[in-house]
């Protein structure tokens, strides 16, 4: 195989190879062993720390960035403001009673109660005037209707808002979306065709904006199924042509649920497998148990958009209204979530501000 000069070459000088060998076989396997070692034992305690399995063993169904996440805080939580409530007393002053021209909604609240809620909105929105007693500006009337929204989300989808398995409370306050800005962040407004040059399908996609998360996909994914009720869907198991109702969706229809898709994994920092079995998109039963939090969540976004927000567009100014159609800003998941799989990594806002849990009587816990 070798020409005659190399074998007689290496007949004349002989090499020792295992030495060699044994020596390099026990490097490698002591820096195996190590590495083995600090998967298990290293910074981060274990590998559930960096990956946490969401479905059957051997599917490859994991989320690899879920933990993590929840190590590295969500730098606004530190301006959170909050203040403990204080359970009324036999002397205890109604509001209403006491200030001049306190807000309707609050006036039942105990004075000190009412000054509590009223100083953490305005810290929570950035609207040092809000709900000022005689001062009719349209931050006070947003406000009134926000207050009545938030102590319904928090009385009425606890199964999306209070996911909190160590204390049962998380639930949702102004600073969950506001986050000390009056204008809350990852708000959008209708954009309708953005590529009048394109023939054929109103071109909703091929240009990069904000809500197509700037790629090419549709920038209408929010509209359609945020606000309206469109399916959202990709395709099925059957020909198309197999029976009259199978699966309508489009080519374009598609493309917007890729781009939906593409929204959430930004908007909460997963991935596909957090919620889908991607060996099998098209049967919900084989979801993660996320995937139907997910799904309240989309019903309680276009409750928020379509009888909170939308029957408010006539009291913003016209600044504050979408350039293209004049509609108020509306929410998706990002406005809360801001990229984190649980907004303000599931922080306890129930318990100190029991006024906006319910749409009832506020209930006080008493510490003993």
């Known amino acids: ?7 007689k070459w290496n007949r ?14 026990a490097a490698g ?11 298990i034992w290293g910074p981060g305690g274990s590998y559930d720390n960096v990956s946490m399995q969401t479905g059957p063993r051997g599917t490859g169904m994991h989320v690899a960035r879920f933990v993590p996440d929840f190590e590295t805080q969500d730098p606004t939580i530190a301006e959170y403001f909050t203040l403990p409530p204080v359970p009324p007393g036999p002397d205890s002053e109604r509001a209403g009673d006491v200030i001049e021209g306190a807000e309707p909604l609050l ?49 009425l989808w606890g199964a999306h808002v209070n996911a909190n398995p160590d204390t049962g409370n998380v639930g949702v306050s102004c600073y969950t979306c506001h986050r000390g800005e009056p ?40 509209e359609k199924f945020l606000l309206e009720d469109n399916a959202i869907n990709v395709h099925d198991l059957d020909p198309r042509v197999s029976r009259a109702d199978a699966n309508p969706a489009t080519v374009q229809d598609t493309y917007r649920t890729y781009s939906l898709m593409n929204y959430f994994s930004n908007a909460l920092g997963v991935n596909c497998t957090f919620c889908h079995n991607t060996r ?10 996320q995937w139907t939090v997910a799904n309240l969540g989309i019903i309680m976004v276009q ?38 799989q649980q907004p303000m990594h599931r922080l306890d806002m129930i318990s100190d501000w029991p006024e906006l849990a319910t749409t009832g009587e506020p209930v006080y816990e008493i510490e003993e």
């Open 107 to 155: 006036a039942d609240l105990t004075v000190d109660n009412y000054e509590r809620l009223i100083t953490a909105m305005r810290q929570w929105t950035g609207i040092e005037d809000l709900l000022e007693p005689g001062l009719e500006n349209y931050q006070t009337v947003v406000a009134r209707s926000m207050i009545q929204m938030t102590q319904e989300l928090n009385e």
């Open 183 to 222: 204008v809350p962040t990852h708000s959008w407004f209708k954009l309708g065709p953005v590529n009048d040059a394109a023939a054929g399908w109103a071109a909703n996609q091929n240009r990069a904006t904000v809500q197509s998360q700037f790629t090419a996909l549709p920038s209408d994914a929010l």
């Open 303 to 340: 409750e928020i958009n379509n009888d909170w927000l939308g029957p408010l567009t006539e009291e913003f100014p016209e600044e504050r209204l979408g350039p293209v159609f004049g509609d108020v800003a509306k929410v998706a998941c990002a406005t809360c979530h801001k990229g984190y």
């Open 1 to 7: 195989m070798f020409p005659k000069w190399f074998d």
């Open 29 to 39: 396997g002591a820096i195996f062993f190590a590495g083995i070692l600090y998967v």
């Open 12 to 25: 004349d000088n002989p090499t020792n190879i295992l030495g060699p060998a044994i020596l390099v076989g």
């Open 280 to 289: 099998a998109f098209y049967d919900p039963a084989q979801n993660t148990p």
